[in-house]
């Protein structure tokens, strides 16, 4: 796939058309139906999405034999048992992931500042507590309907304390997940976190989700609400990348969720009814060892100091490696942004008072759009940057974000020195365009893009089998990246706009 080859500092082509396809031994992709989009396209086309005979793939099943191994992304290990030491279990998923830099990075890269961690974990005043973003993270995901950050969720700790697992195992009480026997600081969370999150994700209601908000800071303060938007926005990128890999979800968090989960409506949660996978080995119900007392003090001691040593290792990759260039304080994050977007881009950027999340939301846009710096592990991008800026509209258009369509017309104007009309007329004839008249790989990858932000449950065996064969695989996974970020972007434009 080839890719601009400009130097750091110039303006990159903005060439559509070329891309090589990519061959891989997979089974040639069936004929796509082709899409047009427009305003007024309708959600019942979500039909040329899904038919009875076709079954529910994934792209961690189709990508099984290029996927990583344990010693090839020994980088990212600190990550892995950091993870654990939140929800319980090491994630399934960074062998995909890994397949491409500019995933894995964005995914490590955003998890602290967007968690607010350190400073959640330890309690630090006037910041949110842990239980309260657990109830963030829980009410986003389930009402996103991604099952694995669902379970996730629901077994999510802290640093200090441990997985929810972990803290049950010493004889701690279940979480309070019940709407019904929430605090009214938890219910306040829980009900803006479900009313900010909606399938089809069509912008509406914004006056009552502001009434919620400034109900919500009355009880939780200003940094608090705002701590719960950026967990709300996370969420959504989290969500995203996972049902569009389709991962499994591990044995550990499956157990316990199914056993001890009960989400309101539904009454019970079911393993599987999403795009990902059950675990073969959650065969059994979870069990409370009783290690409470001071054995289960000192377990929870040892897990500490165990996770320290990788804590510091992943501090320290942030802060030389994948924040490097990024600027510290706010006037420069706010010039840094006005640069790349125009001055009229991300118009809710000025509106965040957290220095940590204005940097998540730079790093990020580094991560997955910007043309003229590399990841920031150094690797070439696989799409150049008007597919990218192309899958973001596409991507815009699906979701009804308006302010994401303009942000990217913007990105388009200022970096390939077009007027802003030339931009969106470009932008609009990538989405209109017939499927046989684009290269493969970006029919594929617009495929993806629209079954993605159309319902996730859309991303069906041919889709899967297309974008696996025409694309590379470090191709499938930056795309995927890409999306997600666009999700936690539209998001982020919603709840600071308020």
């Known amino acids: 796939m080839n890719r601009s080859t400009s130097a750091i500092g110039r303006r990159p082509s903005c060439d559509l058309h070329f891309v090589i396809p990519y061959n891989n031994t997979s089974p040639s992709p069936s004929a796509a139906p082709r899409v047009r989009l427009n305003s007024q396209r309708s959600r019942a086309s979500a039909a040329e999405f899904l038919s009875p005979s076709e079954t529910m793939a994934t792209i961690t099943a189709a990508l099984e034999k290029q996927a990583k191994s344990y010693d090839e992304y020994k980088r990212y290990h600190p990550y892995l048992f950091m993870t654990e030491r939140f929800i319980g279990d090491k994630p399934s998923f960074y062998p995909i992931l890994t397949l491409s830099e500019a995933a894995i990075n964005t995914h490590v890269g955003l998890f602290a500042r967007m968690f607010h961690a350190p400073e959640v974990d330890m309690g630090v005043p006037g910041f949110l507590s842990a239980d309260l973003r657990r109830t963030a993270f829980l009410a986003a995901s389930d009402s996103f309907k991604c099952d694995y950050c669902t379970a996730h969720a629901f077994c999510f700790g802290d640093m200090m304390r441990g997985s929810i697992p972990s803290r049950m195992r010493r004889g701690l009480a279940d979480p309070n997940s019940s709407p019904e026997t929430m605090s009214e600081e938890e219910r306040a969370v829980y009900s803006f976190a479900k009313t900010a999150v909606r399938r089809p994700f069509f912008d509406s209601g914004d006056e009552t989700l502001a009434a919620m908000g400034e109900k919500t800071a009355a009880l939780i303060g200003d940094r608090g609400l705002e701590i719960v938007k950026a967990v709300i926005a996370f969420s959504g990128a ?204 970006e029919a594929a990858g617009r495929r993806l893009t629209i079954a993605a932000a159309s319902g996730l449950d859309r991303i069906t065996e041919s889709i899967v089998t297309e974008v696996t064969s025409a694309c590379e695989p470090e191709a499938v996974l930056e795309l995927a990246s890409i999306i997600s970020f666009a999700e936690m972007w539209r998001r982020l434009s919603l709840l600071f706009q308020l």
Not at 327 to 355: I, Q, T, Y
Request: net charge negative; hydrophobic share 40%; aromatic share 8%.
């Open 238 to 441: 989290l969500n995203t990348i996972m049902d569009i890999q389709g991962v499994t979800l591990e044995a550990e968090s499956q157990v316990l969720t199914q056993d001890r989960y009960k989400p309101e409506g539904s009454g019970t949660f079911k393993v599987g009814e999403h795009h990902y996978n059950s675990s073969a080995e959650a065969n059994e119900k979870f069990v409370n060892s009783g290690m409470g007392g001071l054995k289960g003090v000192m377990a929870n001691v040892s897990g500490m100091m165990t996770v320290m040593p990788h804590a510091v290792a992943a501090m320290s990759f942030e802060t030389f490696t994948l924040y490097a260039g990024i600027p510290s304080n706010a006037k420069e994050l706010d010039a840094w942004v006005e640069n790349r977007l125009g001055p009229d881009g991300a118009a809710f950027f000025k509106n965040m008072k957290g220095k940590e999340l204005k940097r998540a939301f730079c790093f990020g846009l580094r991560e997955n759009v910007l043309p003229d710096e590399k990841c920031a592990s150094g690797a070439e991008r696989k799409w150049t940057l008007e597919q990218r800026l192309s899958f973001l509209h596409v991507f815009a258009l699906e979701t009804g974000s308006k302010d994401l369509v303009r942000d990217v017309a913007a990105m388009m104007s200022v970096h390939c020195e077009m007027t802003h009309e030339k931009a969106a007329t470009t932008l609009e004839g990538f989405a209109e365009a017939e499927a046989g008249t684009l290269d493969a790989t």
